[in-house]
């Protein structure tokens, strides 16, 4: 995939991040698309105003996609942008869903006062992932415009 294209998709991801701060939602934003790059499925995070902590941005785009699709399977080649990198938690999602590509902006070591389990993010699982037989690979492309998605966590409340 082209830098122009990512960097358009990833821009998408941040608006999707800002339109969460807009809402006292964590900025974190998201937007799933097809080998051509359309888009099938874009959210953001709503862990505090759905009461559901897997409300992750990764996740709600996920599931948007998967509405729109109106079945359990994304496409092969599907790519993932998303305004931070995904947690343990989304990472399995990935994984089981097939995604192959995963564009992020900011590291999950970004995120004021993470919890991170197992002290991991996909940047870890990856590795694992690519080494299992049977799994879709996962190709990791990070920091494409970090500093406008460190500027949305710097933004957030994270009291």
Not at 46 to 65: F, K, L, N, Q, Y
Not at 86 to 115: E, F, H, S
């Amino acid at each position: 995939m082209d830098d122009e294209r990512d960097q358009t998709l990833m821009r998408r991801a941040l608006a999707q991040a800002e339109a969460a701060l807009t809402k006292r939602q964590a900025p974190f934003g998201a937007v799933v698309v097809d080998r051509s790059g359309e888009v099938l499925g874009e959210g953001h995070n709503t862990v505090r105003a759905d009461r559901d902590p897997s409300a992750h941005g990764e996740v709600v785009a996920i599931r948007a996609a998967l509405r729109r699709l109106e079945s359990g399977r994304l496409p092969p080649g599907t790519t993932l942008y998303t305004s931070c990198e995904p947690c343990l938690m989304c990472a399995v999602v990935i994984a089981q869903l097939g995604i192959g590509r995963v564009v992020y902006a900011a590291r999950g070591t970004d995120v004021p006062g993470a919890k991170r389990l197992l002290d991991a993010d996909l940047s870890q699982a990856a590795p694992w992932v690519n080494a299992e037989p049977g799994w879709t690979p996962i190709e990791l492309r990070g920091d494409l415009l970090r500093e406008e998605a460190l500027r949305s966590l710097a933004a957030f409340d994270w009291g």
